[in-house]
């Protein structure tokens, strides 16, 4: 077992000592440290005692290091300096906000608005949010938690599912009450189709209109009118403003639906056996912030869920 009381000197003689080195003397290390020149005297006596042989070679108020006084100015500097970033860095890292990294369509519909709400709780802390499409994008960027889309495995990390993925045909109330009658968008006469709006899967396993037109047993997708956004988002925004149908994912987009901004169009839901989970690195240890967000959006997931 390390002793470091018992077998190291008192920490304050080596700040003394090495203070000492660097001026020369005792009046001059004395006014850097802010203490007389008899507490500097005594610190280096103390520590030449714990040593067991002189550190200086006294001349008035000049202070000659010996031959020992020069090998323990090295090793003591280094090792101040080293315990001086260390520490810088661990204050920096506490003092940082708490990162937290998300695919951007989570990012900005659950997540944002459930933030606000960790943010007037008791257990808030700062917090920053960092999006990207690119799931090692996020897990780059050294964030204290990642909600990530997908099946749930990933190495190296750990990771609770908040919700599964539901898709749906939605669009503008504008929209949606033309067919407000219809079981199934399939039932849209080819004549009055509005345009699907798809966007650039950033992943293999992202389910566009395509794929969700094979999932459904729906043939004809190249039939209908489309129109190709660079992100998911873009289309749900375009959805809001009523230029066509977006694929909706009933939990992200939960607000929308309530605030009447999107309606379902059609009882079609596919489940596609992916969904959203909440990870950090198996390896790291949660600040005590870290753990009341997870936490927290975990409950407000389930709360959600029913």
Known sequence: MKRYRLNLPPLDTLLFFEAAYRAG???????????????????????????????????GNRLRPTPLGEKLYQTSSMTLEFLHQGLSTLRIQARRPLSIGANTPVGMF???PHLRDFGLSSNACPTRVITSDDPQDLFDHDNDL????????????????????????MASPEIADRFDGVSSIHEIPQ?????????????????????????????????WPNKTLSTYSQTIGDAIKGKGIALGSIRLLRAEV???????IGSEVLTSGRGYYISHGERSGLSEGAKSLMEFLIIAARREAG
């Open 25 to 59: 003397g005792f009046r001059r290390s004395a006014a850097e440290m802010n203490v007389s020149q008899a507490a500097v005297s005594k610190r280096i006596r103390q520590l030449e005692e714990w040593m067991g042989e002189p550190l200086f070679v006294r001349d």
């Open 110 to 112: 659950w997540l944002t």
């Open 146 to 169: 990642t909600v990530t889309y997908g099946d749930g495995a990933l190495p190296g990390r750990i990771s609770t599912r908040l919700f599964g993925e539901e898709l749906t045909p």
């Open 191 to 223: 004549d009055r189709r509005p345009a699907l709006l798809n966007f650039e899967r950033a992943s293999p396993d992202w389910v566009d209109w395509r794929v969700w037109f094979q999932r459904v047993s729906f043939p004809d997708f190249d039939a």
């Open 258 to 264: 309530a605030s009447g901004s999107l309606r379902r």
